[in-house]
């Protein structure tokens, strides 16, 4: 048998991905039920060896034992004490329509290269635009990922607002833009604004309330100061929820600013979106339905597996002006909206994944109220974990979660040897405690869980959306932390 034939054996392949889907069934059991360490932590040089660049020129085999290597050196998402980062441990349905996915490999930047998986991106997304509160005008696409979302949608605000073609002329073809962010947005906005050439005040900052949220209050006032500095606001950027702390924007005032200013809205709901789902939390939104643009990504608190991020557009027609450029070879030369079914007008990418069988897999088969379900127990657990942390005299809460993200930090007051109490440690000291403490407890295994600095200091960050994450779990997240600050 000739290599390629080898390759590609149909009967081969079938009892390969017995053995593949065996090993994660497995693995994920063994997450699932805690047996594994959250993250097996490795030092970056010493991981370098496991994995060395001595490929053979002929083929070797030793696929199962390179599986098993990278099962046990990758950081476990199902394990019930993963509460770091916003990534979701994803629905094993949904790794099922991504390996579909990638043997399909249906490009899907016309409509050619993927006729069922473009027919599933308008569904998904236009079901998406539905639960914004929005109506039939609205529409969007898929791309991969909040940050590539948010400056397609901040490319979109410039097309529209600028009162130039800056796609044609360019950055320097008209007045220095803004927009106006909260000092909360997440990086992907700062870095989408200085990607489109509009420098570091592109992001002018608008002051924030002491929950962290933008005040719109502060607004006129920010847009004075940017105007009299020689730009021109075109959007304003509205997080809901923010990253670090998980606060909502008030949408619905922010809105009102925008409306009187003619101001496009785009808010980053790549986190906290999804919480239109969730009857319970649907308030934290109001006002999104003013929105002109919406990021949400459904790797977090969908379920899905990364990357699977909706830009939503209230007007859809807006999402030509994003990347409004022809590629005659691609596209015929009609007018855009002729071809609402060949997604790559509107997309970063050119060829992307068939992202949206996944999603609309997960709400066919599973139904939509099991999303809405996940997002209500992932909120109410860190309401429920804020109340722990209030009633230990040896923690602080940093806020009140809107969301189901919870910084705190331990504050432990230290009694020497001789019975004195020291009382509380300085800023410093207490800083270096919370790194020393994630550390120690994410190397150790147990728990992973991130950081972030905040106005009062540095506190560990916790995202609470792993399915299997017990309150008594959080309890005892409490004790590993005490018993780490003594040793
Ligand atoms: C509010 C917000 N926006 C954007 C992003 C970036 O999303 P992604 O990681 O999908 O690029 C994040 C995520 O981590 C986020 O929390």
């Given at each position: 048998?000739?290599?390629?034939?080898?390759?590609?054996?149909?009967?081969?392949?079938?009892?390969?991905?017995?053995?593949?889907?065996?090993?994660?069934?497995d693995y994920l059991a063994q997450a699932r039920g805690?047996?594994?360490?959250?993250?097996?932590?490795?030092?970056?040089?010493?991981?370098?060896?496991?994995?060395?660049?001595?490929?053979?020129?002929?083929?070797?085999?030793?696929?199962?034992?390179?599986?098993?290597?990278?099962?046990?050196?990758?950081?476990?998402?199902?394990?019930?004490?993963?509460?770091?980062?916003?990534?979701?441990?994803?629905?094993?349905?949904?790794?099922?329509?991504?390996?579909?996915?990638?043997?399909?490999?249906?490009?899907?930047?016309?409509?050619?290269?993927?006729?069922?998986?473009?027919?599933?991106?308008?569904?998904?997304?236009?079901?998406?635009?539905?639960?914004?509160?929005?109506?039939?005008?609205?529409?969007?696409?898929?791309?991969?990922?909040?940050s590539a979302g948010n400056l397609t949608a901040l490319?979109?605000?410039?097309?529209?607002?600028?009162?130039?073609?800056?796609?044609?002329?360019?950055?320097?073809?008209?007045?220095?833009?803004?927009?106006?962010?909260?000092?909360?947005?997440?990086?992907?906005?700062?870095?989408?604004?200085?990607?489109?050439?509009?420098?570091?005040?592109?992001?002018?900052?608008?002051?924030?309330?002491?929950?962290?949220?933008?005040?719109?209050?502060?607004?006129?006032?920010?847009f004075a100061r940017a105007e009299a500095a020689g730009?021109?606001?075109?959007?304003?950027?509205?997080?809901?929820?923010?990253?670090?702390?998980?606060?909502?924007?008030?949408?619905?005032?922010?809105?009102?600013?925008?409306?009187?200013?003619?101001?496009?809205?785009?808010?980053?709901?790549?986190?906290?979106?999804?919480?239109?789902?969730?009857?319970?939390?649907?308030?934290?939104?109001?006002?999104?339905?003013?929105?002109?643009?919406?990021?949400?990504?459904?790797?977090?608190?969908?379920?899905?597996?990364?990357?699977?991020?909706?830009?939503?557009?209230?007007?859809?027609?807006?999402?030509?002006?994003?990347?409004?450029?022809?590629?005659?070879?691609?596209?015929?030369?009609?007018?855009?909206?002729?071809?609402?079914?060949?997604?790559?007008?509107?997309?970063?990418?050119?060829?992307?994944?068939?992202?949206?069988?996944?999603?609309?897999?997960?709400?066919?088969?599973?139904?939509?109220?099991?999303?809405?379900?996940?997002?209500?127990?992932?909120?109410?657990?860190?309401?429920?974990?804020?109340?722990?942390?209030?009633?230990?005299?040896?923690?602080?809460?940093?806020?009140?979660?809107?969301?189901?993200?919870?910084?705190?930090?331990?504050?432990?007051?230290?009694?020497?040897?001789?019975?004195?109490?020291?009382?509380?440690?300085?800023?410093?000291?207490?800083?270096?405690?919370?790194?020393?403490?994630?550390?120690?407890?994410?190397?150790?295994?147990?728990?992973?869980?991130?950081?972030?600095?905040?106005?009062?200091?540095?506190?560990?960050?916790?995202?609470?959306?792993?399915?299997?994450?017990?309150?008594?779990?959080?309890?005892?997240?409490?004790?590993?932390?005490?018993?780490?600050?003594?040793?």
């Amino acid at each position: 048998v000739n290599t390629t034939d080898q390759a590609f054996d149909s009967e081969a392949f079938r009892a390969q991905g017995y053995r593949v889907v065996d090993a994660l069934a497995d693995y994920l059991a063994q997450a699932r039920g805690g047996s594994l360490p959250v993250l097996p932590w490795t030092a970056p040089a010493e991981q370098a060896t496991r994995f060395p660049a001595d490929f053979p020129a002929e083929p070797a085999g030793g696929f199962d034992a390179l599986l098993r290597e990278v099962l046990a050196h990758s950081t476990s998402l199902h394990h019930p004490h993963f509460v770091g980062h916003q990534v979701s441990a994803p629905l094993p349905l949904a790794a099922l329509c991504d390996l579909t996915a990638a043997l399909l490999n249906n490009g899907m930047a016309v409509y050619e290269m993927g006729p069922a998986a473009t027919a599933m991106e308008n569904a998904v997304t236009s079901w998406l635009c539905g639960q914004l509160g929005w109506g039939t005008a609205a529409g969007g696409i898929l791309t991969s990922g909040g940050s590539a979302g948010n400056l397609t949608a901040l490319l979109a605000a410039r097309q529209a607002q600028a009162g130039f073609d800056v796609w044609t002329a360019g950055a320097q073809g008209g007045p220095p833009l803004c927009a106006l962010v909260s000092g909360e947005a997440h990086y992907s906005i700062k870095r989408a604004v200085q990607i489109m050439g509009w420098g570091k005040d592109g992001a002018w900052l608008v002051p924030l309330d002491a929950r962290l949220r933008m005040r719109a209050d502060a607004m006129p006032e920010a847009f004075a100061r940017a105007e009299a500095a020689g730009r021109k606001p075109v959007a304003v950027v509205a997080n809901a929820c923010s990253t670090a702390t998980g606060s909502y924007d008030p949408l619905a005032e922010v809105a009102a600013f925008c409306r009187e200013r003619k101001l496009w809205l785009h808010v980053d709901g790549a986190h906290g979106a999804v919480a239109a789902l969730a009857p319970k939390y649907r308030h934290l939104l109001k006002g999104i339905e003013a929105a002109d643009s919406v990021v949400w990504d459904a790797h977090k608190l969908m379920q899905m597996p990364a990357l699977a991020t909706a830009v939503l557009y209230k007007d859809g027609r807006h999402a030509y002006g994003a990347f409004a450029q022809h590629a005659s070879y691609l596209f015929t030369e009609q007018q855009p909206e002729a071809e609402a079914h060949n997604l790559g007008t509107r997309t970063l990418e050119c060829t992307k994944r068939m992202i949206a069988f996944k999603l609309y897999a997960g709400l066919a088969v599973l139904g939509t109220r099991f999303f809405a379900d996940h997002v209500t127990r992932s909120f109410d657990l860190a309401r429920v974990f804020a109340e722990h942390i209030k009633a230990a005299p040896d923690f602080e809460l940093a806020l009140e979660p809107e969301a189901n993200i919870v910084c705190f930090r331990h504050t432990p007051r230290v009694t020497l040897a001789d019975g004195r109490d020291t009382g509380a440690p300085s800023p410093e000291a207490l800083d270096q405690l919370q790194v020393k403490l994630r550390t120690k407890v994410n190397e150790g295994g147990r728990y992973y869980l991130v950081q972030t600095r905040l106005p009062q200091g540095l506190f560990l960050r916790t995202t609470l959306m792993n399915p299997f994450t017990t309150e008594a779990a959080l309890v005892a997240l409490l004790e590993v932390l005490r018993v780490a600050s003594r040793t």
